[in-house]
């Protein structure tokens, strides 16, 4: 199946930083999904992207699938930041249907 | 809200028993899929039903089943739980089968196996 790679693993930010959480994925996608995971567990769509650039407030989100990654941006970050950022790309092609998730980025947003 | 609805959100249960976690997907999605995010394993795909019939089958264990009902809602049934079967169980759904539209998930069912 494909492989998927966030980095980092771990983050620590001061509250009104920016930050970058990339994605790598090892085959060509036609879906791409970033979800924010919060410290009660649920599961929050980001964004849909399986190229291209979309913005949402103080997210944005890049997919450059030929080359294999996602980027995630996150402007001005907040306390309510906080929490498990998680890419999960599908791999495009016969026989694949689901999303694939990596293991994540632990982002800490502290006041 | 994401529309899918999942129930009970919380079960307590003890080792060798069986219980059924339940979802209900957005209206006008035909596909349901199934993960488990637990502490060792991350988020792993159990299983996908597409309008009824199972599409994609994942790491999932054969204690555990599942099956969607021509209301589109599904259920996941897992039995003779063992401690390690503790975990977050997601449901998620799409309006097709082949994934390559958003696909929206519950707010999950903790499960614990005491």
């Known amino acids: 199946g494909i492989q998927v790679e966030q980095s980092p693993p771990d983050l620590i930010l001061q509250e009104g930083a920016n930050s970058t959480l990339r994605c790598n994925f090892s085959?060509?996608?036609?879906?791409l999904q970033w979800f924010h995971q919060n410290p009660w567990g649920q599961l929050i769509n980001l964004f849909y992207i399986p190229s291209g650039t979309k913005q949402n407030g103080r997210l944005s989100a890049t997919t450059v699938a030929t080359e294999r990654y996602s980027l995630l941006y996150i402007s001005s970050s907040q306390t309510t930041d906080s929490g498990v950022y998680f890419c999960?790309?599908?791999?495009?092609?016969?026989?694949?249907?689901?999303?694939?998730f990596g293991k994540g980025t632990k982002l800490s947003v502290i006041p | 809200d994401s529309g899918v609805t999942q129930t009970p959100k919380h079960l307590i249960t003890a080792t060798g028993q069986r219980v059924t976690l339940r979802c209900s997907p957005r209206?006008?999605?035909?596909?349901v899929y199934w993960y488990q995010q637990s502490l060792d394993q991350g988020l792993q795909f159990l299983i996908q039903y597409y309008n009824g019939e199972e599409r994609a089958k994942g790491n999932i264990l054969e204690r555990f089943s599942a099956q969607q009902f021509p209301d589109l809602h599904s259920e996941l049934n897992l039995s003779s739980l063992e401690l390690g079967d503790s975990a977050l169980y997601f449901c998620a759904s799409s309006v097709n089968g082949r994934g390559g539209n958003t696909i929206y998930f519950g707010e999950g069912s903790w499960l614990t196996v005491v």
């Open positions: 085959d060509s996608v036609n879906n």
């Open positions: 209206s006008g999605d035909l596909s």
């Open positions: 999960a790309p599908k791999r495009s092609g016969a026989g694949s249907y689901q999303l694939t």
